[in-house]
């Protein structure tokens, strides 16, 4: 009896199977990989840029909105009394004003209370940043004086301060109320009025003798 050397429990490989696990294997081969994991790379890459990109934009915007907020803290703490010091203002006004009313003989001792008194609150509020604007004899400027009208002055120079209806202050670098005032301009002269009248009608006259002339 002939010997089986045949071993079922070992079959043939398929070679359709054989193909496919060959091609896993050279897919999984470093050559194979590396394209691969280098875009993954790049694409973390672009990613980390962008994110560091949106944290550096998120910084300067806070960095900017501390700074901020710091100034206008500190424009707060500079100006909190803006408006009871621009309260007050009528209250000065008054007093000079009664100062200044105060002429006869009667009224002499209240008029030396009323400027020890006026005085007394200068210095208080000068404490906190109020202090006066000084407008006479001074050059014209519409940052500081309101000109209310103007007055023909010949011996000084055009746009000065000839007289200050009401007071302004400033308030620290800030102008609280600006001044009221005149302001001087160069008279105009009745001369050179004449000397120009006189042109004109020497002019017309010109003119009306050539055409009686012409007719």
Known sequence: MAEDNSHPEFPEPDSQAAEEAGRCIAAETPENVAPEAGKIEKNLEEELGQEKDRYLRLYAEFDNYKKRVARDR???IKYGNESL?????PVIDNLEM????????RSAGLAQGVEI?????????????LSPIDASDKMFDP????????VERDDIDENMVVEEFRKGY?????VLRPSLVAVSKKTVRSDSLSEETLTLNTD???KINIIEEES
Request: aromatic share 8%; glycine share 2%; charged share 30%.
């Open 204 to 206: 017309t006259d010109t």
């Open 170 to 174: 400033m308030f620290r670098e800030k």
């Open 143 to 150: 940052s500081l004086h309101h000109a209310m009208t103007q």
């Open 85 to 89: 010091l621009y309260e007050l203002l």
């Open 117 to 129: 008194t006026l005085k007394e609150f200068l210095r208080v509020i000068d404490k906190f940043g």
């Open 74 to 76: 500190e424009e707060l």
């Open 98 to 105: 009664a100062m200044k009313h105060s002429s006869n003989d």
